[in-house]
């Protein structure tokens, strides 16, 4: 075997099965999976130069070149990183060509990018939006109030059973949650998202299995689960009925800033989000700038004509 990966397409399918195996969020492995693929097809059309720091580094001037944001980036250098880490752990690729792969430096992103926060009055409207007498719209507000309620991510949503709504210390909450890279949380349910999440499973009948499930244009249940990209689809649609450009993680930064807003320690939204950075729970609530009260607002100066 040479020391580059062997540039054979079975080989090459086993490594990503290993690489995609070894990602425990499944949004994650969904990303990872384009990034590889993206890559493969990629390194098809360059005759399948070796799997080397320098194929890798050419893939990523590639992906600069094509208007690819820093993040998106870091984020496909860091599936073809774990690509490279899982062959060489298997035999497949060389430690040393592992290692060449694993330091090649990602863009840097210059500056901090503006998170998209609704106000209280937004994520109320947003909220309303769902019909309330229609079985798809209880579904839709339960979907809905569990991201800006609870702050989960589309995924931990659509993964949730009813058995999961367990009580403790005299309130309905969300135990042993596992959330990203596995770190495990309790989420507090609010009364309001508890009564959000009775009316849907009444109406619909649920009383085991997952919470939120499929359903068709004519509001009749069609599966047992819900997918996350339909969560996101909800979520830009109704957000688009209000004018709004939304993404489901939208309504989790919402919830943290709301959150702050109303008088919450930054510790205790970190542990609602189940960040394992207090850093990261600063970029969601956005507190190294205040947008609302901008310093230049107050110059004092005014526009004459």
Not at 40 to 60: I, N, S, T
Not at 252 to 269: M, N, V
Request: some cysteine; glycine content about 8%.
């Amino acid at each position: 075997m040479s020391a580059a990966l062997v540039p054979v397409a079975a080989a090459w399918s086993a490594v990503r099965r290993l690489a995609l195996d070894a990602v425990a969020s499944p949004l994650t492995r969904t990303m990872y999976a384009k990034a590889l693929d993206d890559f493969f097809a990629w390194w098809q059309g360059q005759g399948r130069p070796p799997f080397a720091r320098a194929a890798v580094q050419a893939h990523r001037a590639w992906l600069e070149e094509r208007g690819y944001s820093p993040s998106t980036v870091n984020q496909r250098l860091a599936a073809i990183r774990k690509l490279a880490r899982e062959a060489a752990l298997n035999g497949l690729l060389a430690p040393e060509l592992a290692a060449g792969v694993d330091q090649v430096p990602g863009p840097k992103q210059r500056g901090a990018r503006t998170g998209n926060w609704l106000t209280r009055e937004q994520a109320q409207a947003l909220l309303n939006l769902p019909a309330a007498g229609a079985l798809k719209g209880k579904r839709d507000r339960a979907a809905l109030a569990l991201l800006i309620g609870c702050a989960l991510r589309r995924s931990e949503a659509v993964g949730l059973n009813v058995t999961d709504l367990q009580q403790r210390e005299g309130r309905w909450v969300l135990p042993d949650l596992r959330g990203k890279h596995g770190r495990i949380r309790t989420v507090p349910v609010p009364a309001w998202v508890k009564t959000a999440l009775d009316e849907w499973t009444a109406a619909a009948g649920i009383t085991e299995g997952r919470i939120l499930r499929s359903m068709n244009r004519h509001g009749a249940i069609t599966g047992e689960s819900l997918s996350a990209q339909a969560v996101h689809a909800l979520v830009r649609a109704y957000g688009a009925r209000l004018g709004l450009k939304l993404q489901a993680h939208d309504a989790r930064r919402t919830c943290a800033k709301l959150c702050r807003a109303a008088g919450g320690e930054l510790e205790q939204i970190q542990l609602l989000l189940g960040h394992a950075s207090v850093q990261t729970t600063e970029r969601y609530l956005g507190t190294r700038q205040n947008l609302a009260e901008a310093p230049n607002d107050r110059l004092g100066l005014r526009w004459e004509e």
